[in-house]
């Protein structure tokens, strides 16, 4: 079930709305390869009415079940974003959609859960990579025989 709340319950005080939505909720499962949903968002926010507007902020909580992109070491790691707001327009152009007095929040905590994942998740800042491939990585360069003439040309080049 999507995160949503009636307009109308603003009118008399500010709402309070604290649980959890399901990852299935927010369609996360196959955005990155590396980087997968834990089951459920944690939220807690308030949600009042401005003059023309809506403001939602809170705290947004998800577990990440991530591979270090440089040696696929398994690893969690919490995605927080403690100080969340979202401001939701009631009037002009971007006006937030209200169905049966209703607004859906479910596409504004995707937006803003996806722009916060990890864009290289690393076990730790140091990871030196796949041990196979550090071996190996010398022998890679000397194996691959001597560099064409063009490249030799360009690699003469000073900027």
């Known amino acids: 079930m999507p995160l949503i709340f009636n307009t109308r319950h603003l009118e008399e005080k500010t709402l309070f709305l604290k649980g959890e939505l399901p990852v299935l909720e927010l369609d996360l499962e ?18 009042e009415k401005l003059d023309k507007a809506i403001l939602v902020q809170g705290t ?10 440089r040696c696929l070491k ?9 100080e969340w707001a979202c401001h ?5 152009e971007e006006m937030v959609p209200i169905i049966n007095d209703c607004v859906d929040l479910t596409p504004y905590l995707r937006e803003d859960i996806l722009l ?3 864009q290289h998740p690393l076990c730790e800042p140091e990871c030196e990579g796949l041990a196979e491939y550090r071996k190996g990585q010398t022998s890679l360069v000397r194996e691959s025989g001597p560099v064409s003439a ?3 040309e360009l ?3 000073k900027f």
């Open 30 to 47: 196959d955005v990155d390869e590396l980087v997968h949903p834990g089951k459920s968002l944690s939220y807690d926010l308030q949600v």
């Open 60 to 69: 947004l909580s998800l577990d990440l079940h991530c591979e270090c992109a």
């Open 74 to 82: 398994p690893y969690q790691q919490t995605l927080s974003l403690e």
């Open 88 to 92: 939701l327009a009631l009037e002009g």
């Open 116 to 118: 916060a994942f990890p």
């Open 150 to 152: 063009t490249w030799a």
């Open 155 to 157: 690699n003469k080049l």
